[in-house]
């Protein structure tokens, strides 16, 4: 198949069949929706999320009890227990971190590199992507505003064109609004090793995330997937990706109500920036996991616009593979 020859390299670099990523979502991205992953010719991607490591150690175990087939764990930089989550890693021989929240310096690399493994970040922008390659970044994904969950200000159509074109020859994965085969094999056509999804793999039949959450996304438009509003810069509000709903509402509310209270003196500006903070706290667990879709958080990329149904993996990667393999046969 000429996709599987233009995937040769980045499933080198992971070790999986396909040079494919499944995105970490917290939550979500738990030990049997990386296994199934996996399973299915993938690169499964853990998401450790707020976890400290015994409860990271026993999802790798109980991942690597489903799957022979390797997979990742991707750890938010500023997760207080970043290190002891490294060595765990290390301890069970994981092949890849993939670290999110941040732009990893040269010694937290150096750290991943002596524990046996491959460092992976996120580069934003170009001079941020050559200096990740500079301080020894095994491979590096873009991810577009286009995404769900936490996001960059540029769009995947602006990095592909700012980094990846510039940097052709870079092991560089693309991130953000992917779904179509034919899309994935222009990527690598272009130059990418291959592609990241995560939307997709949230609503799949093999994910474990409550029903409402998945009807709630499979019943979405893409113009519903939105960021915050922010009201004042003084209170910054952090780019997350997820559907409108009353919680997106009642936050809107409560930043007017902290800039109120600020506004009169009454409130402090770091308890204000605090308490608007904890408004989402625990909200995609909520959301993904007990079902509350009125007030969880519902992240979500924009590509729902073209999810409509729940499929299984394996469907979901075979048409990525058909539609690929037809584009290249034209
Ligand atoms: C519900 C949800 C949770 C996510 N959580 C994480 C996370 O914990 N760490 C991370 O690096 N990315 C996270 N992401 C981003 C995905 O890993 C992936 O990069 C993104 O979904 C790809 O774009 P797409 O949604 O357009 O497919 C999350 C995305 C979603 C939808």
Redesign the pocket.
Known sequence: MKILKLMDRGAKILGSKYSILG????W?SESNLTSAMSNAGIFGVL?S?AMNGDLLKSEIKSTKEKTKNNFGV?I?LVNPKLHDLIDICGEEKISHV?L??GIPDKTLIDEIHALGMQAIAFAPALSIAKRLFKHGIDSLIL?GS?????VGPLSSMILIQDILLNMVGYPIFI????LRGEIIASLLQLGAVGC?????F?CCKESIAHKNFKMALLRASGRNAVTPVQLDKKFPIAPVRALENIGTEEFVEKQREVLAKFEKGEIALDNGRLSLEHFWAGA?RRA?QEGDIDRGSL?????VEIIKEERSLREIIDTVLREAEEFLSK
């Open positions: 995105g970490a979502m917290t979500i998401a999320g991707n938010i993939i999110a929240g991810e286009e995404a769900g969950g936490h991130a953000g609004g992917i990241q999804l995560g939307t997709v949230a995609l993904a992240m979500s990329g924009q590509i």
